[in-house]
């Protein structure tokens, strides 16, 4: 089993940035691939970012793009999620997920096998 916690989320005004974090727990964790989603109200959950073990072949939505950045320290056990420029578009609960293997499915929640609690962000316009 995985524990993943995620911190960082809060208000923050339209063109500011944010970085949140997400520390797992448990074995194997250097493993998974790891994804982040995220969820406004009244809409689905919707892929954010993804990104290998390797910390290479990242992947990001096309609304994220060239503003959200994804990485990771298999060291401290943490992924981040780095988000610059921000609009109230982007008002959502975050989700950092894992799963155990990598697959060109990584823009599907079922894919993932472990989930964090969600983390609130909202922009300001």
């Known amino acids: 089993q995985v524990h993943l916690v995620e911190s960082g989320g809060g208000l923050v005004q339209a063109g500011g940035s944010l970085r949140l974090s997400c520390a797992a727990s448990?074995?194997?964790?250097?493993?998974?691939?790891m994804g982040w989603f995220r969820q406004a109200t009244g809409k689905e959950r919707e892929f954010v970012a993804t990104?290998?073990?390797?910390?290479?072949?990242?992947v990001y939505a096309d609304s994220v793009k060239g503003r959200f950045t994804v990485s990771r320290d298999n060291a401290k056990n943490t992924v981040y999620l780095q988000m610059n420029s921000l609009k109230p578009e982007d008002t959502a609960v975050y989700y950092c997920?894992?799963?155990?293997?990598?697959?060109?499915?990584?823009?599907?929640?079922?894919?993932?096998?472990?989930w964090g609690q969600g983390t609130q962000v909202t922009v300001s316009s």
């Open positions: 997920a894992a799963a155990v293997y990598y697959s060109d499915t990584y823009f599907s929640p079922s894919n993932y096998d472990y």
């Open positions: 448990g074995r194997t964790f250097s493993s998974r691939a």
């Open positions: 990104i290998r073990q390797s910390g290479g072949n990242t």
